[in-house]
Nanobody, 117 residues
Framework: QVQLVESGGGLVQAGESLRLSCAASESIFMFKTMGWYRQTPGKQRELVARFTSGSSTVYADSVKGRFTISTDNAKNTMYLRMNSLKPEDTAVYYC???????????WGQGTQVTVSS
């Protein structure tokens, strides 16, 4: 059973930075895609950034130039570096992944990011 565990969320002021981590129970190489999503109350979960099956990266327009997705393959961990945070970045952030061997989406439990103005 694949497990994804996020950490690194918290309360910061606008303009500050955070780095989120997503620790996977499987080798990063087992995943066809991995990415970060976020959700605020009453809204649909939205893509923040992800790796495609071809290992390229996709970012939401709202975070381009501020957020960076990366992995540490030795630690089976994916990161989201978030710089110049804005109050509108406040959300629960989830990591998600899909194995090469199937089409099921695996999700972490989420980590809260709150940006005060």
């Amino acid at each position: 059973q694949v497990q994804l565990v996020e950490s690194g969320g918290g309360l910061v002021q606008a303009g500050e930075s955070l780095r989120l981590s997503c620790a996977a129970s499987e080798s990063i190489f087992m995943f066809k895609t991995m990415g970060w999503y976020r959700q605020t109350p009453g809204k649909q979960r939205e893509l923040v950034a992800r790796f495609t099956s071809g290992s390229s990266t996709v970012y939401a327009d709202s975070v381009k130039g501020r957020f960076t997705i990366s992995t540490d393959n030795a630690k089976n961990t994916m990161y989201l570096r978030m710089n110049s945070l804005k109050p509108e970045d406040t959300a629960v952030y989830y990591c998600a992944a899909q194995l090469w061997s199937g089409n099921r989406d695996y999700w972490g439990q989420g980590t809260q990011v709150t940006v005060s103005s």
